[in-house]
């Protein structure tokens, strides 16, 4: 079986996207990244995925009319690189049924939802005093980071946390987690 198509869409500085595009480099994952894409012009992520070699492109919501036509756009984009899965590293934007329904799509969000969905995870969880956040990979359906979720790693907020240091924590923790689950889901693929 040829390896399984991966178009990741990022908007901000790639961590979770370079993450990715290391683990790709091994032959014995089933799975090759062939575009990276983004809401955000010249953002970091993109440099990062150009710098391995992947293919990028930008759909800025400011050259569309409204986020009708933005999604729509996003949506012919991605279905240009005939993906198997649609992967959000980071990927701050919702996205409309025009692509949610198009593909099948995968993110990670810095919480164990469904506490603290959203842009602002960290924060929330810091300002609601748990003791306990985490990761969660999941797919994605129309809703706010509510779709099935596949895969949850716990992580301790400490005391003395500030949104960098837990974001440092959770984010070591949510490379592996979103790398093991793509490796095994793109092993089914290949079956
Ligand atoms: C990741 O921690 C990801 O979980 C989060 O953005 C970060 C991207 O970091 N996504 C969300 O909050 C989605 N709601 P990166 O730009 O360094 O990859």
Redesign the pocket.
């Known amino acids: 079986m040829p390896p399984a198509r991966l178009v990741v869409l990022?908007?901000?500085?790639?961590?979770?996207?370079?993450a990715l595009v290391d683990a790709t480099a091994d032959d014995d994952f089933a799975a090759v990244i062939v575009a990276a894409g983004t809401d955000v012009p010249g953002c970091?992520?993109m440099s990062r995925a150009e710098a391995g070699g992947v293919k990028t492109f930008t759909v800025a919501l400011r050259d569309y009319p409204d986020r009708n036509a933005w999604n729509n756009a996003l949506a012919d984009r991605i279905a240009g690189y005939g993906p198997d899965l649609v992967v959000?590293?980071?990927?701050?934007r919702i996205l409309g049924p025009q692509v949610v329904r198009r593909f099948r799509i995968l993110?990670?969000?810095?919480a164990l939802l469904p506490a603290f969905p959203?842009?602002h995870?960290l924060r929330d969880a810091l300002a609601a005093g748990v003791r306990t956040t985490g990761?969660t990979v999941h797919w994605v359906d129309e809703g706010i980071?509510t779709g099935p979720v596949l895969a949850q790693v716990e992580v301790p907020v400490l005391p003395g946390d500030d949104e960098a240091s837990l974001?440092a924590r959770?984010?070591a923790a949510?490379k592996p987690l979103f790398v093991r689950t793509i490796r095994s889901l793109c092993q089914e693929y290949a079956r």
Do not use: I
């Open positions: 990022a908007s901000g500085s790639g961590s979770t996207l370079q970091l992520a959000l590293a980071g990927f701050m993110n990670t969000h810095p959203g842009a995870a990761v980071d974001r959770v984010q949510e």
